[in-house]
T-cell receptor, first 113, second 112 residues
Framework: DAGVIQSPRHEVTEMGQEVTLRCKPI?????LFWYRQTMMRGLELLIY????????DSGMPEDRFSAKMPNASFSTLKIQPSEPRDSAVYFC???????????FGPGTRLTVT | GIQVEQSPPDLILQEGANSTLRCNFS?????LQWFHQNPWGQLINLFY???GTKQNGRLSATTVATERYSLLYISSSQTTDSGVYFC??????????????FGKGTKLSVIP
């Protein structure tokens, strides 16, 4: 069974450009989470969806960040415009809410120059 | 929000040694997971253990929910065990949020 799939795995972009990160959760899972990992702040939750509906986006750092989940098998995290301080590893995770256990994708390493 | 503290922050072991990693949390939890982040950055589920004891090969974990701590035991450590071990919890306050709060991790280095 395929795990959580994220693309791209690496992204290098210039400040001011738009960046779109993609995630495909595990089939059948009904909750999806976006996390960001930096050396300074560790792993922090940005936003999560339940049954494709955004439930809590209080972790989204600024209006430059937006996330969508148009269907149960796809989500995007967009940063526009990107800034060097957005450089981090972005993880997507999914879970079946009846079991709680979260499974993480391989992450996208974003570098904004 | 809930606080998660892990200790020790860093640990160096000789291959074959045993170790215990600790996770303290400040509130009751619905969910507690241990993850291993390998040197390539992948977060791998080790245990889902909001209470009780589980074992998987050389690894085992125990959570004493009433005393708000969890322990991860690694026996006969191997170099492939190197990486960062994270404890993550979901607070029982506001149950049903499914939001995990991560500790800062324990960085384990196993040397041959």
């Amino acid at each position: 069974d395929a795990g959580v799939i994220q693309s791209p795995r690496h992204e290098v972009t210039e400040m001011g450009q738009e960046v779109t990160l993609r995630c495909k959760p595990i089939s059948g899972h009904n909750s999806l989470f976006w996390y960001r990992q930096t050396m300074m702040r560790g792993l922090e939750l940005l936003i999560y969806f339940n049954n494709n509906v955004p439930i809590d986006d209080s972790g989204m750092p600024e209006d430059r960040f937006s996330a969508k989940m148009p269907n149960a098998s796809f989500s995007t995290l967009k940063i526009q415009p990107s800034e060097p301080r957005d450089s981090a590893v972005y993880f997507c995770a999914s879970t079946l809410t009846s079991t709680y256990e979260q499974y993480f994708g391989p992450g996208t390493r974003l570098t904004v120059t | 929000g809930i606080q998660v503290e892990q200790s020790p922050p860093d640990l160096i072991l000789q291959e074959g040694a045993n170790s215990t990693l600790r996770c303290n949390f400040s509130d009751s939890v619905n969910n507690l997971q241990w993850f291993h982040q390998n040197p390539w950055g992948q977060l791998i589920n080790l245990f889902y253990i909001p209470s009780g004891t589980k074992q998987n090969g050389r690894l085992s974990a125990t959570t004493v929910a009433t005393e708000r701590y969890s322990l991860l035991y690694i026996s006969s450590s191997q170099t492939t065990d190197s990486g960062v071990y994270f404890c993550a919890v979901e607070s029982a306050v506001g149950a049903g949020s499914y939001q995990l709060t991560f500790g800062k991790g324990t960085k384990l280095s196993v040397i041959p």
